[in-house]
């Protein structure tokens, strides 16, 4: 493709954090771009940790001709919208995050979203019933509205069945390795 157009063939991830093993981060790099490059697709991941660098990042894969840029996690929906807006041409993809759900519904742009709070409300239900102490308790990274829809499913099916609960809710401020980060902050 010419300078500064897309190439449907080339795919970007742009990930707001490393793709540790184990990640959410890891398997969508590992299994989405692995299955673009077993289709012929020229991939590439770009990790950029800095929210303020979101948008010039997407800018940068747009304007070198990636045809598919693909965003992770909720807080790159707004760079991810604008950078939709602004390359019609190249596809994107947002990967966990709530965009295009409202009009004007932007035709370059895909979503994956999660019912976050059913699975949270699931995962109640089951340690309701498992608790013996009435006391439940939920590790998760930082209260994004990920997380929260999460907790509030948590706190929802637990008390469904058992309306005396209390929950506990402890952020690591980390994706990637929350029971480690835990166990040295309980050491120190």
Not at 16 to 42: M, R
Not at 66 to 71: E, K, L, P
Not at 141 to 164: C, H, M, W
């Amino acid at each position: 493709a010419p300078s500064g157009s897309a190439d449907s063939r080339k795919v970007a991830l742009i990930l707001n954090e490393a793709p540790d093993s184990g990640s959410a981060s890891f398997q969508i790099q590992d299994k989405g771009l692995g299955a673009c490059e077993a289709a012929g697709y020229e991939t590439r991941t770009i990790v950029v940790t800095d929210v303020n660098k979101f948008e010039s990042t997407i800018q940068s894969a747009a304007r070198g001709g990636y045809g598919i840029i693909a965003t992770a996690f909720p807080n790159m929906s707004d760079a991810t919208v604008a950078g939709a807006q602004q390359f019609p041409d190249t596809k994107f993809v947002g990967i966990y995050q709530f965009t295009n759900m409202e009009e004007p519904i932007l035709q370059n742009l895909a979503t994956s979203e999660f019912s976050y709070s059913q699975s949270g409300y699931l995962w109640g239900v089951a340690a309701g019933h498992l608790t013996k102490s009435n006391r439940i308790g939920l590790i998760n990274a930082e209260p994004d509205p990920t997380s929260n829809a999460i907790l509030n499913g948590v706190i929802a099916g637990a008390r469904s069945v058992n309306p005396e609960i209390s929950v506990a809710v402890t952020f690591t401020g980390t994706f990637t390795d929350p029971i480690e980060k835990m166990k040295k902050e309980l050491e120190d």
